[in-house]
Antibody, heavy 122, light 108 residues
Framework: QVQLVQSGAEMKKPGASMKVSCKAS????????IHWVRQAPGQGLKWMGW????????DYPQRFHGRVTMTRDTSISTAYMELSRLTSDDTAVYFC???????????????WGQGTLVAVSS | SYILTQSPSVSVAPGKTAGITCGGN??????VHWYQQKPGQAPLLVVY???DRPSGIPERFSGSKSGNSATLTISRVEAGDEADYYC???????????FGGGTKLTVL
């Protein structure tokens, strides 16, 4: 069955960087985009961008430009999301999710990882 | 940037029908997807492309669109349906994925 399994919870100091992994199984890793979505405590879902595992191409919304980097290792079907210059506002649960592409349109997220809690505190 | 608006909360008695709305400019031109999120869990896709259901999602969950709103309808509501529900679209003009703010469904 399709699964996305993420790395474990982390605690970080302000100014540090974080890197979360998302290991895919049960499907061909390069056939779907991997998106990252975060959820601050008690808040809603915020999209952070995507990576195309086949090409390595990425796209990030403006609010994360310069701080987020998404990469992948196709040999182990794993995607990574790195966020730098952390502040307390980055405390959140980070999810990876699988999404398709149809004639240039980004499709729904049909599978999600379990989430990774990252707490930023001095 | 594109904005999706959801009511913060909806309450419904067991066995009744719940409607959760999602408003957005020209939403009729976009594919709307709906997710259910229970506390401490990842979101779960319940409706995609406005009105299609993934396999395993009960027929009680249905989606529709009219004018500048999309609606997730849950029929014969059960206690287990209590959750946060989010709508989501891809905005072609900005090439961004957008989520609504979420609606908390309370089963009385």
């Amino acid at each position: 069955q399709v699964q996305l399994v993420q790395s474990g919870a982390e605690m970080k100091k302000p100014g540090a960087s974080m890197k979360v992994s998302c290991k895919a199984s049960g499907y061909t890793f390069t056939d779907y985009y991997i998106h990252w979505v975060r959820q601050a405590p008690g808040q809603g879902l915020k999209w952070m961008g995507w990576i195309n595992p086949k090409s390595g191409g990425t796209d990030y919304p403006q609010r994360f430009h310069g701080r987020v980097t998404m990469t992948r290792d196709t040999s182990i079907s794993t995607a990574y999301m790195e966020l730098s210059r952390l502040t307390s506002d980055d405390t959140a649960v980070y999810f990876c999710a699988r999404g398709g592409l149809r004639f240039g349109e980004l499709l729904q997220f049909d599978r999600w990882g379990q989430g990774t809690l990252v707490a930023v505190s001095s | 940037s594109y904005i999706l608006t959801q009511s913060p909360s909806v309450s419904v008695a067991p066995g009744k029908t719940a409607g959760i709305t999602c408003g957005g400019n020209n939403i009729g031109t976009k594919s709307v997807h709906w997710y259910q999120q229970k506390p401490g869990q990842a979101p779960l896709l319940v409706v995609y492309d406005d009105s299609d259901r993934p396999s395993g999602i009960p027929e009680r969950f249905s989606g529709s669109k009219s004018g500048n709103s999309a609606t997730l309808t849950i029929s014969r509501v059960e206690a287990g349906d209590e959750a946060d529900y989010y709508c989501q679209v891809w905005d072609e003009s900005s090439d961004q994925v957008v989520f609504g703010g979420g609606t908390k469904l309370t089963v009385l």
